[in-house]
């Protein structure tokens, strides 16, 4: 069996590495990487100049070899980042209260116009996996099968509990903060790669969104590549958990095109279902109650991964990542996911400060 390539974008915070402040300084350190032959396929820049960097793997087809890759890039972006004076932390949010400014690029400005106050606070960190399709039929008739098991991938990619120095009590605020936006969250059943294409046009044409870029499913086709992009994680604290969601969602979309290939029809949730799910799982992450992919009943945390790693037992094994994919999963679930790390480093030592600075430690040894 030919694996099916995955690349993972991050996004980056830049912060002072005394303060732990969220840092303006994201041209100089896009400039940084140029000098270090790092450069723009590694490094770009996105909404608000304190992220915000977002790394790019090459896509890779052993889980060994992104391991690597998500390392490599996280390395180049902390070596730019230190050039101009900062640090990266793999932190959904930023914990120390901040003001975000809005990188001066015309698309970023128009964002800003049309949507006020949420794009001006928007000062988020996704993790974002792209995985092969053979072509959008094929992509939406997976994005039709995933849905119901996206909200697990949240739970265990938890990694923004502070929100401007507070506790929001949630392991994800970075999905709240998101789904302000109007295009944000779950979808419904498209059936067809042109249903789908026609409701991304009739979106666009409602004048609601900027552009097609705005297009931010839980999951979505790629405009640029011919994957389909799971986008509903956090970006995670440690390497080897961006690892673990990149191979389940891998194992996802080969489970769902296998059961598409066979003639199995999509289950199709309710969407007021699925946004149900993924509110449960951005609040509880791995400390609370999930909701049950199969059910949508509450559910130990658990139970609900193990379901989700029974559902893509066979993509996993045919792929020989079951055991690697198991254990990393059982380390999530004994020590928690990122959010369970800033609240312990932050009980530990009662300054937000030291938390991030122990997280930038974490995200690039």
């Not at 996004?11 to 402040?21: I, Q, S």
């Not at 605020?173 to 026609?198: I, N």
Request: glycine share 8%.
């Amino acid at each position: 069996m030919k694996l099916r390539s995955v690349g993972v974008e991050e996004e980056l915070l830049l912060v002072d590495p005394g303060t732990g402040r969220p840092s303006a300084v994201a041209g100089s350190v896009l400039r940084a990487a140029e000098a270090d032959d790092a450069g723009p396929e590694v490094l770009e820049q996105e909404l608000q100049q304190q992220k915000q960097l977002e790394t790019n793997t090459e896509p890779r087809r052993t889980l060994d070899e992104l391991g690597r890759e998500v390392r490599r890039c996280r390395a180049a972006a902390a070596t730019a980042a230190a050039r101009a004076g900062a640090r990266v932390a793999a932190l959904g949010t930023s914990p120390v209260p901040v003001e975000p400014e809005l990188v001066p690029k015309d698309r970023y400005q128009k964002m800003a116009d049309a949507y006020g106050l949420t794009v001006q606070e928007m000062l988020t960190g996704g993790c974002h996996v792209h995985v092969e399709v053979s072509s959008d039929d094929e992509g939406v008739a997976v994005l039709d099968r995933i849905q119901a098991w996206l909200a697990t991938l949240l739970a265990l990619s938890g990694n923004s509990p502070f929100w401007q120095g507070a506790d929001s009590a949630y392991a994800s605020y970075r999905y709240q903060v998101w789904g302000r936006l109007p295009s944000a969250g779950p979808t419904e059943c498209f059936g067809t790669a042109q249903a789908y294409h026609d409701a991304v046009r009739q979106m666009v044409r409602t004048q609601a969104l900027v552009d097609t870029g705005m297009v931010y499913f839980d999951a979505r086709l790629s405009e640029h590549y011919p994957t389909l992009e799971i986008r509903i994680a956090d970006v995670c604290l440690r390497a080897d958990d961006a690892v673990l969601i990149a191979a389940l969602a891998r194992a996802l979309v080969e489970t769902e095109a296998r059961a598409a290939r066979e003639g199995r029809p999509a289950s199709c949730p309710r969407t007021e279902l699925l946004r149900l799910a993924a509110w449960r799982a951005s609040r509880s992450g791995l400390d609370d109650v999930l909701l049950s992919p199969d059910t949508f009943v509450p559910a130990k945390p658990a139970a609900v991964t193990a379901l989700l790693v029974e559902h893509v037992r066979d993509a996993l094994a045919d792929a020989g990542e079951y055991g690697t994919v198991t254990g990393l999963l059982g380390d999530v679930l004994q020590r928690g996911n990122g959010a369970a790390f800033q609240r312990q480093e932050y009980r530990r030592s009662g300054d937000l400060a030291e938390m991030v600075s122990r997280a930038v430690a974490i995200t690039a040894p």
